[in-house]
């Protein structure tokens, strides 16, 4: 079951994978986070929710044969009216590629890109909240935007959303961190030229693990590959890694875990 209470608007509530491979990603995150799944909804396509002992945590469909999308994890922020949210964003500058339409009666969303072209998805609630819960080992616990600067992209997501945007002051650190009522919600990273090429500016899903070395182990024995080995960071001790399609993503042990 899906938690009861509404996400305030701009809060990270879901993160969704589409791949080629339905089965063979199911097994990869099965064998790596212990998720089992569920069916639905089909209104896109095939598509599966996970779920960690009985709650669901993340989603993966299946794309078309004829589409060759770059695979990657969606992080989905919360709103209240997603055709008002759409609207926003292209009147800020953004672009909406899919939507806004019914994923049947779980709710209604919209895929779209900010400014500097990091893809999102919007999802208004009606039956599916979102990811029911976030902490333990195997359940998204952070999502970070990834991008050249901050400040001009953060202005786009404060329009939007309504969040409070506080930089970091810092010489050699282009970080802020979003807000919502005094809470901490999400993060912007500038990392510049250091952008990869290949992906450009986008939002980056951290992943909770009980050891983030052994999780790496695993993921490079079960077909992924290991980008960035285990280091300690503010967060915790993380690896940046990829599943056999290519869906980069982040593990993490928290600090104070």
């Given at each position: ?34 998720w089992d799944f569920v069916p639905g909804p089909q209104q896109l396509g095939p598509y599966v929710r996970a779920l960690l002992d009985g709650r669901e945590v993340a989603g993966i469909g299946q794309l078309p044969p004829d589409r060759n999308l770059p695979i990657a994890w969606t992080t ?182």
């Open positions: 079951m899906t938690e009861a209470t509404r996400r305030t608007p701009g809060t990270p509530c879901w993160v969704s994978l589409m791949v080629h491979g339905l089965e063979p990603t199911r097994e990869f995150y099965n064998a790596l986070f212990d989905y922020l919360a709103t209240d009216d997603a055709d008002e949210t759409a609207e926003t964003i292209r009147c800020c500058g953004g672009t909406v590629a899919v939507g806004p339409l019914d994923a049947g009666e779980a709710g209604r969303l919209v895929i779209c890109s900010d400014p500097s072209g990091a893809v999102f998805g919007v999802w208004e609630a009606e039956a599916h909240h979102g990811t029911a819960t976030a902490g333990p080992p195997g359940t998204p616990v952070w999502n970070e935007l990834l991008t050249y600067e901050t400040s001009s992209v953060g202005k786009f997501y404060r329009s939007v959303f309504g969040y409070e945007v506080e930089p970091v002051v810092s010489a050699d650190l282009d970080y802020a961190t979003l807000h919502l009522g005094g809470r901490p919600v999400a993060s912007l990273h500038g990392v510049g030229n250091e952008l990869p090429r290949d992906r450009g500016a986008h939002w980056m899903t951290y992943f909770e693990v009980a050891d983030t070395d052994r999780a790496a182990l695993l993921v490079a024995e079960l077909g992924g590959q290991v980008l960035r080995p285990p280091r300690e960071g503010t967060a915790g001790r993380l690896a940046l890694v990829a599943d056999p399609e290519g869906a980069v993503f982040t593990l993490v042990r928290s600090t104070g875990r």
